[in-house]
């Protein structure tokens, strides 16, 4: 099945750290396939990294090296730029595309503001150096007042409650110790966000509690996702959203806080989970789960609450830990089309690519699937309200990506060593039960003799999870689709039970320490 490729780049240590193509798709290639047909489903398994070797590459780069690399990963997907909008025509009245009064009269404001913005971007260059400094300052001013002028109408209160039916209001009686928010992501106005909250409360049966990232227009907002992930900046969504999400989490009456971003809305909660490790004890953000669709985040924080010893790897498939049970979020999940330009520059390259990045959580993609827009091009195929229309998505048997899964394990191993290479105690490792291993013993393959008879040992794990996904459907390995029509999932204590039945294959040999 194909997959995924990007280009090489020339920016000076840009690719040290980078995969090579994965497939073989072209570049040029079109999509041949809407975002309405049956497409196959690529799964990507979460990121494991036993002993914590990966990390951002915020904390490895400068702002100005990440935001010339992020500029020119971005201009090598502006080709897929149409395929947002695509398929176009909807009959569903909550699609984004849908020829309502409010909706045409966003479209319009949008098709606008991105004329202006695209012929003000190209003259920018000319006018830094042909307009005089007093000059340059009143036209950037005038610009500005321009735009803001006229996104005006698709602005509205930072905060938008769903509306809720009579099904809707009975289902949500059951689940009143949940909070269920939802970030908006590029070019959505405050009509849109309003139909994004009203169709995840009929998906769901819950109330859901929309944040509003304001729109300026698809430029506008794609700078400021640039902004946001190169230096870390919390714009006023961020901050709205942080506080919201901290409340909530600080509630002892909330059991569970579902956070869904999209586009845009999914970096802002990266950023957003960012703080919250720095604010809240582990207990608290334990009752976060996070969702998102089509994601411009760059990196996906979720610390582990410990480093594995030898001695759990050594027995790992008799062991009655889940490897993700030992994360401060349990839950975390990505949801792509294959062909939208924004979660290619956003999850699908860094987990694809940047291959010593922090990404966690499972990715699901709809192969040769386009669109972007969050209720016509993901929720009506991914989670349909029509429960005539079987779900192509959810009932498709998943293509496990194990290739890339032992590549990204290999790679958090071999980062670990250079940073054990570069610590003050470089020839052993400490865990905090007192075991400890020589660096040496650390191996990035499937393990090989030190030549005194012992076995190096592997710390890589991406065999249990993508063991776990073989042969099963979306279905069975989405948690979000549990919630469907006011259902809840089961709870981390049956996850596990489950997880320990549903191990096919016996234990693998014991791992031989090197003698010291």
């Not at 494991?48 to 020119?72: F, I, V």
């Not at 098709?111 to 009143?138: D, K, Q, R, T, Y």
């Not at 889940?322 to 062909?339: F, G, M, Q, T, W």
Request: net charge negative.
């Amino acid at each position: 099945m194909p997959g995924l490729t990007y280009p090489e780049y020339d920016v000076p240590g840009f690719n040290s750290n980078h995969a090579e193509p994965i497939t073989s798709i072209s570049y040029l290639q079109k999509p041949t396939i809407s975002s309405t047909m049956a497409t196959n489903i690529k799964f990507i398994p979460p990121q494991m990294d036993t002993l914590a070797g990966t990390t951002t590459e915020a904390a490895r780069k400068s702002p100005l090296r990440l935001l010339m690399q992020d500029a020119r990963v971005l201009s090598s997907m502006l080709r897929y730029l149409p395929w947002i909008f695509v398929p176009f025509r909807t009959s569903d009245k909550d699609g984004e595309l849908y020829m309502s009064v409010k909706g045409t009269r966003d479209m319009i404001l949008q098709s606008c503001l991105f004329i202006i913005e695209a012929v003000l971007l190209f003259l920018a260059p000319i006018a830094i150096f042909a307009l005089p400094g007093s000059l340059l300052m009143l036209s950037g001013l005038l610009c500005s007042v321009l735009v803001y002028v006229i996104s005006m109408p698709m602005q509205g209160p930072r905060i938008v409650y769903s509306s809720m039916d009579q099904v809707t209001t009975e289902s949500a009686k059951d689940h009143e110790d949940e909070r269920w928010l939802f970030i908006n992501g590029c070019i959505t106005g405050h009509n849109g966000l309003q139909n994004n909250v009203n169709r995840l409360a009929k998906t769901f049966g819950r109330p859901v509690v929309g944040i509003h990232n304001q729109t300026y227009g698809l430029v506008v907002d794609i700078l400021e996702c640039l902004i946001q992930r190169c230096l870390s900046f919390s714009t006023m969504d961020v901050r709205v959203t942080f506080d919201y999400v901290k409340a909530c989490l600080a509630d002892p009456s909330v059991s569970k806080v579902v956070l869904i971003g999209h586009s845009q809305g999914g970096l802002i909660a990266s950023l957003v989970l960012d703080r919250l490790f720095t604010d809240l004890p582990i207990q608290t953000i334990s009752k976060l789960e996070i969702y998102t669709f089509g994601s411009a985040a760059s990196h996906f924080n979720n610390p582990r609450l410990s480093i594995l010893p030898p001695s759990y790897l050594a027995t790992r498939h008799s062991s009655s830990v889940h490897p993700l049970a030992d994360r401060s979020i349990a839950n975390i999940e990505h949801y792509c089309n294959e062909y939208d330009m924004i979660p290619r520059w956003g999850v699908l390259y860094n987990v694809m690519e940047v291959l010593d990045n922090r990404y966690s959580g499972k990715v699901f993609v709809r192969m040769g699937a386009t669109g972007h827009l969050f209720n016509q091009h993901y929720m009506d195929p991914m989670f349909p309200l029509d429960k005539t229309r079987t779900s192509q998505f959810l009932d498709q048997v998943v293509d496990v990506d194990e290739k890339l899964a032992a590549r990204r394990e290999s790679k958090a191993v071999e980062q670990m060593n250079v940073m054990r290479s570069e610590s003050s105690s470089p020839q052993k490792i400490e865990f905090g039960d007192g075991e400890t291993i020589p660096v040496g013993a650390i191996v990035t393959g499937e393990g090989a003799t030190n030549g005194s008879g012992g076995m190096l040992i592997n710390f890589i794990e991406p065999n249990t999870a993508s063991r776990e996904a073989k042969g099963k459907t979306v279905r069975q390995l989405s948690r979000l689709w549990r919630y469907t029509d006011g259902g809840s999932p089961p709870g981390p204590e049956m996850e596990v039970s489950c997880w320990l039945e549903n191990m096919l294959s016996p234990a693998d040999s014991p791992a031989v320490f090197p003698a010291a």
